[in-house]
């Protein structure tokens, strides 16, 4: 894993921290990385299938669109790769 260092980090804002990890029941050192992973990873794993549905929803694409990329697609199957 990972290790990170905070330099310079303000005596009150250190305090803060081990003020509210006393409240989780839990070391400074794990308040922080739940404090990190709540800031920077989603609560939800965004799925493309989702992203680009309401992507299409969002600009008004219709059956008739669809249909129509349907017929220019080349259909062609893929090669199997070769190693």
């Known amino acids: 894993m990972a290790m990170l ?5 303000p005596d009150a804002v250190h305090r803060a921290l081990r ?8 070391s400074t050192e794990a308040e922080v990385r739940e404090i ?11 799925r493309m299938g989702d992203a680009l549905a309401s992507l299409g929803r969002e600009i008004g694409l219709t059956d008739e669109d669809f249909a129509a990329l349907d017929e220019v697609r080349d259909k062609t199957p893929a090669e199997p790769l070769k190693f």
Do not use: D, W
Request: hydrophobic share 40%; net charge positive; no cysteine.
């Open 36 to 46: 990190l992973t709540m800031a920077v990873k989603p609560k939800q794993r965004i």
């Open 19 to 26: 003020v509210r990890a006393a409240e989780h029941g839990r």
């Open 5 to 9: 260092t905070v330099r310079n980090l």
